[in-house]
């Protein structure tokens, strides 16, 4: 019964502790070298390393928003967009937690991987609320309705914008594609560019 209990505790705290980021200790990662990746300087332009599509604890990713930071900045990343999917929980309480401690290291991005009524995914980049609607065609005209960006990740596997029936008349209003997701196969991302290198308005953004 003692260990029961102890087990009971653990989980309520656990469960206490993912409410709200901003009201709670968060650990910090601890120091580590950054690895600086080297890029050319285009017409004038600063070129800034971003990875437009990562998760935490908030949905189905394994770590809290400031460790994701962490490993962003160790890896010689600038930017981050926190895209949990159907929640910009995370997102937001970690910004304000960002603006009252002053970290500016690394620039973060507020998004949202939306998981729409027939199961497509899309991500809304540089939000300002979540997103409500539900249908493909829906989510990206909410997207843009913020100023947003519409990022289709992931584009070939079933979850994937070129697996919905809808396809057609929602790739119009994208911006960017992935072309590049390291936990799906070379196969996938070869055939998500192939099948939308066409499109001249969307631009292919590699991810994490």
């Known amino acids: 019964m003692r260990y029961l209990l102890s087990l009971v505790l653990v989980v309520t705290h656990l469960g206490l502790f993912a409410q709200n980021v901003n009201k709670q200790n968060i650990p910090e990662r601890k120091a580590a070298n950054r690895v600086e990746m080297a890029l050319p300087q285009v017409n004038g332009y600063t070129a800034l390393r971003c990875d437009f599509h990562s998760h935490t604890v908030f949905s189905d990713g394994l770590v809290w928003p400031t460790y994701r930071i962490g490993e962003a900045w ?35 991005i507020m998004g949202e991987e939306v998981t729409c009524a027939d199961g497509t995914h899309i991500i809304g980049l540089f939000l300002k609320k979540a997103i409500v609607s539900k249908t493909p065609l829906d989510v990206v005209k909410e997207i843009k309705e913020q100023g947003a960006f519409v990022y289709f990740p992931h584009p070939q596997r079933h979850d994937g914008i070129l697996n919905s029936v809808s396809f057609e008349e929602v790739l119009p209003w994208g911006d960017f594609y992935e072309c590049f997701n390291a936990k799906i196969s070379h196969e996938y991302n070869e055939a998500a560019v192939n099948s939308l290198s066409g499109y001249d308005h969307l631009k292919p953004l590699g991810g994490s």
């Open 74 to 108: 160790i890896q010689g990343l600038d930017v981050l967009a926190i895209t949990d999917h159907d929640t910009t929980e995370g997102a937001v309480d970690f910004l304000q937690w960002l603006q009252v401690k002053k970290k500016n290291d690394l620039r973060v």
